[in-house]
């Protein structure tokens, strides 16, 4: 099983801000098989990012994905009110799909 | 546009059962498999397991075997996840989500409490 680790657990900013949240592997996501979402408080996730770096349809282009292998980034160019939430890693390049523990962007 | 919907939360007792429903719109069921995913509180989610939605064939996640079923009503573009034997652990938030790879749609979510 793939293992995700995200850091940091928690990463305390301001509304204009950019943010940067890693995910590590365990071992390589061949073909980049990598998604990030968004979950806010009694909300399911949100898709944010496919394929390491696709926005899913209608997400703004203030969020980016890079990384290959085992490692992973997802970067919020400039918070808006709106992006603090959690977010979380998943990868499907294997049985089982697995996400990270997740990281907390907070308000500062 | 693709819309999943989920049934209500359910109050159960330790050894009940629940069945959760999870009903597709806005696009061809059969196109996708169907994911089921777990969020203990104050989780991460947890993948379960998925569904094809063409054959029915499911594929469970380890530690989801046994007590979990997913199943399908294809007539009405639904799929189920019955959990049997429900023990306080069980209590979560269950969610459906599409797609065999990344997980594009997703239900609101199930609550389900287990509590005597």
């Not at chain 1, 968004?38 to 496919?50: C, D, E, S, W």
Request: hydrophobic share 30%.
């Amino acid at each position: 099983e793939i293992v995700l680790t995200q850091s940091p657990g928690t990463l305390s900013l301001s509304a204009g801000d950019r943010a940067t949240l890693s995910c590590r592997a365990s071992q390589s996501v061949s073909s980049s098989y990598l998604a990030w979402y968004q979950q806010k408080p009694g909300q399911a996730p949100r898709l944010l990012i496919y394929d390491a770096s696709n926005r899913a349809t209608g997400i703004p282009d203030r969020f980016s994905g890079s990384g290959s292998g085992t490692d992973f980034t997802l970067t919020i160019s400039r918070l808006e009110p709106e992006d603090f939430a959690v977010y979380y890693c998943q990868q499907y390049d294997s049985l089982p799909r697995t996400f990270g523990q997740g990281t907390k962007v907070e308000i500062k | 546009q693709a819309q999943l919907v989920q049934s209500g939360s359910e109050l159960k007792k330790p050894g009940a059962s629940v069945k959760v429903s999870c009903k597709a719109s806005g696009y061809t069921f059969t196109s996708y498999f169907m994911n089921w995913v777990r969020q203990a509180p104050g989780q991460g989610p947890e993948w379960m397991g998925c569904i094809n939605t063409k054959t029915g064939n499911p594929t469970y996640a380890q530690g989801f075997t046994g007590r979990f079923v997913f199943s399908l009503d294809t007539s009405v573009s639904t799929a189920y996840l019955q959990i049997s034997s429900l023990k306080a652990e069980d209590t979560a938030v269950y969610y459906c989500a599409r797609y065999y790879y990344y997980m594009d749609v997703w239900g609101k979510g199930t609550t389900v409490t287990v509590s005597s």
